[in-house]
């Protein structure tokens, strides 16, 4: 018997209508920099129509030359404004993601901390990572927070924000597929993960309810005027966040960033992003740690 070859069939490309018009797409990249500060050139393009179509469905909209009329000729952006941001933001990140950052944490910027409070007092140290995302950055301060804690006498609350309430929600749910967790030490595996048993969750893992209740999350643009967050947290995560903002807007996050700051508090920039810290010239204590003195 002689088998023939299977063609696959060709993919359907998508309509005129079913694209973004340069005008369109300019109305798009305008709003989403104007409003959450996040830059989309025209490279972007097909990467925004990708992701948009999935809301055109959503809605029951034919196409997107339907949907950008619903946007902005027809008032649908003021509700639509939020889920057009879920679908455009990028949301990498892992757990113990450039983990140099957490070993500093733990070996000299706690005890400095500590160093400066009244003796004596059992104080609670704030920290904040200001892009959360779906969690994983937020949890992976809050296991390091947990271990010292346990070991000194202070406690900790961790704040999580991000402009996407769709990564939002990810992250209070705290259940993360398996293979997110590999870079969880083991140790940190068995004392603040629970895997589940039924066999529809045996391949998800979930932060333990002792560490969620340490850590918070709400929503947050980070280039509005003022920030609701109190102006004494002890350490800031932002990292590999400001790449998507254009110079001004990153000098800009970074100068309220450093207003919520107590003295002697300390910003974290990524590895990438180390020289927009050096603008406001705060002393640099290692790759991407800066002190606000």
Known sequence: MSHALLRADPVAEPSASDR?????????????????????????????????????????????????????????????????????????????????????????????????????????LKLWSAASSNGAEAYTIAMVMADLAAKGDFQFAVLGTDISTKVLLVAERAVYPVEMIAPVPPEKQQRYLMRGCSPHRHKEARIVPELRSRVGFQRLNLIDSSYPIDRDVDVIFLRNVLIYFDKPTQEAVVRQLVGHLRPGGFLILGHSESMIGTNLRLPQRSPGVFQNT
């Not at 972007?44 to 055109?56: A, D, N, P, Y």
């Not at 909209?61 to 003021?78: A, K, M, Q, S």
């Not at 957490?102 to 104080?123: C, H, I, M, Q, T």
């Open 20 to 124: 973004l018009t340069d005008k369109d797409f300019a109305r798009i990249a305008a709003l989403v920099s104007g409003e959450a500060g996040i830059k989309l050139p025209p490279a972007k393009k097909l990467m925004v129509e990708g992701r948009l179509r999935k809301r055109v469905r959503h809605l029951g909209l034919p196409n997107l030359t339907r949907y950008c009329e619903h946007l902005f000729d027809e008032d649908g952006l003021v509700r639509e404004f939020v889920h057009l941001v879920d679908a455009v933001t990028t949301n990498k990140t892992d757990f113990f993601r450039e983990p140099e950052h957490f070993v500093s944490l733990e070996r000299s910027l706690l005890p400095e901390l500590l160093s400066l409070r009244r003796r004596g007092a059992k104080p609670m």
